[in-house]
T-cell receptor, first 114, second 111 residues
């Protein structure tokens, strides 16, 4: 099992450009998440999907859109990138609520917006 | 009180030392708590889960104090490989999917 795979690992954009971060998990998890991590800010939730067909906003959704394409895939789109979106992005998945759940993270995407 | 608050450190300790981190949380309804470890430029990975008063796994002990709303992580006999940032994670009440991450405590173990 590959776990959670996210692409690309690195990306440089110019202000105003668009891009989609891809995420896929092969653990048959129901819930998937997109986080961003900035120095001194910790991990902040952008969007999450509790199950296939549903998506919900997290703490910092402005400037982003998501698509839960199927149970495996959850993509994050920046329609018009801004320098404030320079960050490290992590996709994660877990089986669902309740005790014993564990978040599995992808290896991250370093995004720079110039 | 902030939703999740941790001492950012850094904690600089010699090998073999015992070190403890605290994490305070505001949601008194939270039932489960987690400590994640994050190495530099890597993804976070689950270190320990805490459901009742505490949990022990080898050199690591996590304790929960519901009355004072804090959890702690104790590392005994520190190894160089323990150097990392330790993230306290608390579920946000009412939402299945939402976990709140602390900003992390950085630990540096020196020879």
């Amino acid at each position: 099992n590959a776990g959670v795979t996210q692409t690309p690992k690195f990306q440089v954009l110019k202000t105003g450009q668009s891009m989609t971060l891809q995420c896929a998990q092969d653990m048959n998890h129901n819930s998937m998440y997109w986080y961003r991590q900035d120095p001194g800010m910790g991990l902040r939730l952008i969007y999450y999907s509790a199950s296939e067909g549903t998506t919900d906003k997290g703490e910092v959704p402005n400037g982003y859109n998501v698509s839960r394409l199927n149970k495996r895939e959850f993509s994050l789109r920046l329609e018009s990138a801004a320098p404030s979106q320079t960050s490290v992005y992590f996709c994660a998945s877990r089986d669902g609520g309740g005790r014993g759940e564990k978040l599995f993270f992808g290896s991250g995407t370093q995004l720079s917006v110039l | 009180r902030k939703e999740v608050e941790q001492d950012p450190g850094p904690f600089n300790v010699p090998e073999g030392a015992t070190v403890a981190f605290n994490c305070t949380y505001s949601n008194s309804a939270s039932q489960s708590f987690f400590w994640y470890r994050q190495d530099c430029r890597k993804e976070p990975k689950l270190l320990m889960s805490v459901y009742s008063s505490g949990n022990e796994d080898g050199r690591f002990t996590a304790q929960l104090n519901r009355a004072s709303q804090y959890i702690s992580l104790l590392i005994r006999d520190s190894k160089l490989s323990d150097s990392a940032t330790y993230l306290c994670v608390v579920p946000r009440g009412g939402s299945q999917g939402n976990l709140i991450f602390g900003k992390g405590t950085k630990l540096s173990v020196k020879p």
